[in-house]
C-alpha cells in the first residue's frame, strides 16, 4: 500500500483489516495558495450479503462496459494500434486511445486480457447513460448506494463510500466481477469520466474504505526503470485529460512544454523524498523561484500538486473537483502545461507565455 503519514490509516479489525485511503490536493497562482485535506470517517466492521439480483444494474449496451476480459488482440482489431502504452503501477498495461482534444479512452491490458477501462470525453459508447449527464439521471437508472458489498468464494468484501466518494466518484456492480465508478464534477453535478474495473484491480487500488474477511491482493513491487515508464505514462495523460476537460469548457488547448514539466517533476520528487506536501519546498522555494532558477520566462503561471491518488487520471478528477485547482485546471490565459509525477505525488505546472 501506499502509506504516507495523513494518507493512510491501519486499524486492525477483527478478522479484517480496514485501510483508508485520501488524496491531498493542493493549487497554487503566482500569488496565492490553498491547500485541501479531506477529512476521513471511520465505520464499524459489517459485511453485507453479494447482490444476488443484478436487474437494477442491467440495460448497459455500450460497448465500454463489454470490453472486461477481451483480449488484446480483438481490441486492437477493433480499434487499431493504440496511440501509445504506458505501465501502470497495478500490474496492467494502460493502451491509450486519445484524439488529445474531445476524446480519451485507456484499456488497462493484463496478460492479454482488458481488466479495466478509463474513459472521458465525447461520443463514447456508454449507453445508456453519457457523459455530461446529470447526477440524479444516473442515481435514478443505478440507485447509488454508499455501502457496495461482494463475496468471492469464502471471501467477502464491502467497500463504503463517505459523502464525499458518494459526490464525486459512486461505485456500482454491474456483474459478477466487474464495477464501474463514475467521477462527477461536483460543481456541474455532470458525469465527467467513467472507470470500469474487475474486482481483483478495485481490491488491489483500493480508493474507497474496505472491511473485509480474508485476503486482500497487492500492487506489484517496481523498479526504478518500471516507476520511470509508469511515471512518463502519467505525465502524458494528465496533460490529455487536462486538454480534454478544457475542450469541454471551451478553453485553448495547452502545449506541452518539456523545461515546465522538468520543474514540476523536480518538486512532485522532492515532496515525496522528503516527506512533506507543500507549493514550498523545505528552503521556502515556491514556483516562482523555482521557474526562475531554471531560466523559465512568463506572463503567468500556477500549480495544481496532489499526493496519493489511485493513478493520473483520478488526479484530474480531484483537481476538477476543487475550487482553486479547478480554476487553474481551466484558465484560458494559460499557454502551456508540464506535469511532472514521481510514483504517487502529481504536479502540473500552467504558464501563460508571451506571444
Keep these: 500500500m501506499r502509506g504516507l503519514k495523513g494518507i493512510l490509516s491501519l486499524i486492525v479489525l477483527g478478522a479484517g483489516l480496514f485501510y483508508l485511503f485520501q488524496g491531498k490536493l493542493a493549487t497554487e497562482d503566482t500569488f496565492s495558495s490553498l491547500d485541501l485535506l479531506i477529512d476521513s470517517k471511520q465505520t464499524s466492521l459489517e459485511i453485507k450479503a453479494s447482490p444476488t439480483n443484478l436487474t437494477a444494474i442491467t440495460g448497459l449496451e455500450g460497448d465500454l462496459y463489454k470490453w472486461i476480459g477481451k483480449g488484446g488482440l480483438e481490441l486492437e482489431n477493433r480499434l487499431g494500434k493504440p496511440h501509445r502504452k504506458d505501465l501502470s503501477s497495478y500490474g496492467y498495461t494502460w ?33 445508456p447513460i453519457s457523459i455530461g449527464q446529470s447526477y440524479d439521471q444516473i442515481n435514478d437508472k443505478f440507485e447509488l448506494d454508499n455501502d457496495v458489498s461482494f463475496s468471492k468464494g469464502a471471501t467477502s468484501y464491502r467497500f463504503h463510500l463517505t459523502s464525499n466518494d458518494m459526490r464525486m466518484r459512486p461505485l456500482v456492480q454491474i456483474g459478477d466481477d466487474s464495477f464501474v465508478q463514475f467521477y462527477f464534477d461536483t460543481f456541474t453535478e455532470r458525469l465527467s469520466s467513467i472507470r470500469v474495473l474487475t474486482a481483483d484491480i478495485l481490491l488491489t487500488q483500493r480508493p474507497y474504505e474496505v472491511f473485509y474477511r480474508g485476503d486482500l491482493p497487492d500492487p506489484p513491487l517496481l523498479n526504478h526503470d518500471q516507476w ?30 518539456d523545461p515546465i514539466a522538468s520543474v514540476a517533476f523536480g518538486h512532485s ?13 523545505q528552503a521556502g522555494e515556491g514556483l516562482r523561484e523555482r521557474l526562475t532558477t531554471n531560466e523559465i520566462h512568463y506572463l503567468s503561471a500556477g500549480e495544481n500538486i496532489a499526493a496519493q491518488y489511485t493513478d493520473g487520471p483520478a488526479a484530474v478528477e480531484g483537481w476538477l473537483n476543487s475550487e482553486g485547482h479547478r480554476e487553474a485546471l481551466l484558465k484560458n490565459d494559460y499557454t502551456h502545461l508540464g506535469v511532472g509525477v514521481y510514483k504517487y505525488y502529481y504536479t502540473q505546472n500552467f504558464l501563460q507565455k508571451f506571444e
Design 95 to 127: 493502451w491509450v486511445y486519445t484524439n488529445k482534444a474531445e476524446q480519451h479512452i485507456q484499456f488497462g491490458v493484463k496478460d492479454n486480457k482488458i481488466v479495466t477501462v478509463f474513459a472521458t470525453g465525447d461520443k463514447l459508447s456508454t449507453d
Design 228 to 257: 520511470k515508464e509508469v511515471e512518463k505514462g502519467m505525465e502524458q495523460q494528465i496533460f490529455e485529460i487536462t486538454n480534454i476537460v478544457r475542450t469541454r469548457f471551451e478553453r485553448r488547448l495547452l502545449d506541452w512544454d
Design 269 to 281: 520528487k522532492d515532496m515525496s523524498e522528503n516527506n512533506y506536501f507543500s507549493h514550498y519546498t
